[in-house]
Nanobody
Framework: QVQLVESGGGLVQAGGSLRLSCAAS?????MGWHRQGPGKERELVASVSSSGSTYYADSVKGRFIISRDNAKNRLYLQMNSLEPGDTAMYYC????????????WGQGTQVTVSS
């Protein structure tokens, strides 16, 4: 069983930055950050494959940077120029292949951006 533990969330003013971390019990092919805001459906924010290929949702392009350290089994999300619309619970997730659905999920870390 893969375990994922997020950290780094908190309260920040609009325009500020936060860095989320996810500690994984092992590396999988594709890892990503999802979020679910109040009254919204969960959405994929960014993902990175084991080879380093990345994906970003249009809403965060140019502001968020996803990275992974395979040696440490860590996933990161650097979030800059935060907006109130980024307020959400952020979840780390992992899957075995690009064709799979995300199978493993962390418990989430709350990010709140005040205006």
């Amino acid at each position: 069983q893969v375990q994922l533990v997020e950290s780094g969330g908190g309260l920040v003013q609009a325009g500020g930055s936060l860095r989320l971390s996810c500690a994984a019990s092992l590396n999988l092919f594709s890892m990503g950050w999802h979020r679910q805001g109040p009254g919204k459906e969960r959405e994929l924010v960014a993902s990175v494959s084991s080879s380093g290929s990345t994906y970003y949702a249009d809403s965060v392009k140019g502001r968020f940077i996803i990275s992974r350290d395979n040696a440490k089994n860590r996933l990161y999300l650097q979030m800059n120029s935060l907006e109130p619309g980024d307020t959400a619970m952020y979840y780390c997730a992992a899957r075995h292949t690009a064709d799979d659905k995300y199978k493993y999920w962390g418990q989430g870390t709350q990010v709140t951006v005040s205006s």
